[in-house]
């Protein structure tokens, strides 16, 4: 089976210039989260997708942050425009979530190492 | 609120060394799931174990095992008979369970965990 895919792997830019990273889900999987991984620190959740609904985004810096799941598969994170303390791992995960579940598993992507100059 | 620490930043041994990580989390709810991830330096984060706040058995898998303890809020990590392919960060992570089946996981700072041959 297929894990997440994430791309690109790595990417470099310069302040307040925009940039988008892709996610494409363990088939099957209802639910997708992006994270942000700040260096020496664990992931947080920055946006929760329950199919192509938006389930939590209260830690999503709304201001120059945006993300979308429109077909409830794939899902995109843009940044528009980036700061220095954006410089991060973003890290897409994706979960079986049934209501039928007792339990769930997320599974994550390799990651986007983003650097912001 | 929800709150996970790992107080060990740093942990470096010599090959074959048994090594536990510590956790120890905060939470108000009574249902709640713990977990353990590995996160090598490819940096995907690697699924170990899933543990629900009713099951205080311990866990083992193969040099693996957990040691789960609810009157110390613990959920500590052992390797037995450690090997230079354990080097990784490891991140303790908690969860509350939604309503719908999937979790939103907050994680502490992580533990490198180095093995030195």
């Known amino acids: 089976e297929a894990g997440v895919a994430q791309s690109p792997r790595y990417k470099i830019i310069e302040k307040r210039q925009s940039v988008a990273f892709w996610c494409n889900p363990i088939s099957g999987h209802a639910t997708l989260y992006w994270y942000q991984q700040i260096l020496g620190q664990g992931p947080k959740l920055l946006i929760q997708?329950?199919?192509?609904?938006?389930?939590?985004d209260s830690q999503l810096p709304k201001d120059r942050f945006s993300a979308e799941r429109l077909k409830g598969v794939d899902s995109t994170l843009k940044i528009q425009p980036a700061k220095l303390e954006d410089s991060a791992v973003y890290l897409c995960a994706s979960s079986l979530a049934s209501h039928r579940s007792s339990t769930d598993t997320q599974y994550f992507g390799p990651g986007t190492r983003l650097t912001v100059l | 609120a929800q709150k996970v620490t790992q107080a060990q930043t740093e942990i470096s041994v010599v090959e074959k060394e048994d090594v536990t990580l510590d956790c120890v989390y905060e939470?108000?709810?009574?249902?709640?799931?713990l977990f353990w991830y590995k996160q090598p330096p490819s940096g995907e984060l690697v699924f170990l174990i899933r543990?629900?706040?009713?099951?205080?058995q311990n866990e083992i898998s193969g040099r693996y095992s957990w040691n789960f303890q609810k009157s110390t809020s613990s959920f500590n990590f052992t390797i037995t008979a450690s090997q230079v392919v354990d080097s990784a960060v490891y991140f303790c992570?908690?969860?509350?369970?939604?309503?719908?089946?999937?979790?939103?996981?907050?994680f502490g700072q992580g533990t490198r965990l180095t093995i030195n041959p």
């Open positions: 543990r629900n706040s009713f099951d205080e």
């Open positions: 939470t108000r709810d009574t249902t709640y799931y």
């Open positions: 997708f329950q199919n192509n609904g938006v389930v939590d």
């Open positions: 992570a908690l969860s509350e369970k939604e309503m719908w089946g999937a979790q939103k996981l907050v």
